[in-house]
């Protein structure tokens, strides 16, 4: 990631966007949103298949990476691609992310440090090698996916909960390193959503999870209007703060007349095997 690479495409115009965990769910959706209004993307996944899929979704002009970004290395070359390729990088989105569902003590180790190193460790390192870029070009945005799990942890979602608040709290701080540098970091905290990773999840009252678009439309006003945190749906940014100020045994109540526990510790078994498997075919992947 040298001024000479940046030098390379001196005359792209067009912003430049990486996002990681593009293949499916949340992640292609912001991709495309991204890709519709005007970036070129370097998308990456861990898996091929999901990855050549989604760049074709895309269509001309974009780029796919294959990795994972737990590793460090993955994440430099994310950074290294769009300036050898588009000579800039302009917003970076760790999108990335994986949730097991249960009670803590049932959830083997391997499993627990999967969470951590997906969910916390790959935004660790997109955010370095994000910023790295950025701060030298004196301009970027940074965009972490967190969760509404990040201030309101859920029941059967320890680990995942564990692991958001650490991106919450990451980008807060990051944000206070790159002040007045002309470099913006935000975090994204939405509810459940409809994806892959939420099949199997009891909401109550007939509650549905939120459309994948409605995150990208998050992304795309934190990306016009730059703030720390955004929230999907934007109510939520009138109700997580003030589960910090309710007495916890008042709370409990609530959750408990919402059912909200069942969420994720009462889940229906057939419907989240196909979302475990994959789970373990990324662990399997990125041992290769």
Not at 104 to 110: D, Y
Not at 175 to 180: D, I, N, P, S, T
Request: glycine share 8%.
């Amino acid at each position: 990631m040298t001024p000479a690479h940046a030098r390379t495409r001196q005359d792209s115009t067009e912003r430049v966007a990486v996002v990681t965990g593009a293949g499916r769910g949340i992640g292609r959706r912001i991709a495309m949103s991204l890709a519709g209004g005007g970036h070129r993307l370097v998308i990456c996944d861990i898996d091929s298949a999901t990855a050549e899929d989604a760049l074709a979704s895309l269509g001309p002009g974009h780029r796919a990476v294959v990795g994972d970004v737990s590793d460090a290395a993955v994440c430099r070359a994310l950074a290294e691609h769009a300036l050898q390729h588009f000579g800039r990088l302009d917003v970076w989105v760790n999108n990335a992310g994986i949730l097991p569902i249960g009670p803590l003590e049932s959830q083997p180790t391997a499993l627990l440090d999967r969470v951590v190193a997906v969910n916390l460790n790959a935004v660790l390192h997109g955010s370095q090698a994000a910023v790295a870029v950025m701060r030298e070009r004196g301009t970027g945005h940074l965009i972490n996916l967190a969760s509404a799990a990040a201030t309101k942890p859920m029941a059967g979602m320890a680990a995942y909960s564990a692991t958001k608040a650490g991106v919450l709290a990451l980008s807060r701080a990051l944000r206070r390193e790159l002040r007045g540098s002309g470099v913006h970091v935000s975090a994204i905290l939405a509810s459940l959503t409809a994806t892959h990773m939420s099949h199997g999840l009891r909401l109550p009252f007939g509650l549905a999870p939120l459309p994948p678009a409605a995150v990208a439309a998050a992304v795309d006003r934190t990306l016009r209007r730059p703030t720390p945190v955004s929230y999907a749906p934007r109510w939520l940014g009138w109700v997580l703060p003030w589960t910090n100020l309710v007495p916890a045994a008042l709370l409990d109540r609530v959750d408990d007349l919402l059912h909200v526990d069942a969420i994720a510790c009462r889940p229906v078994p057939e419907q989240r095997t196909a979302y475990e498997e994959e789970m373990r075919r990324a662990m399997r992947l990125s041992d290769t």
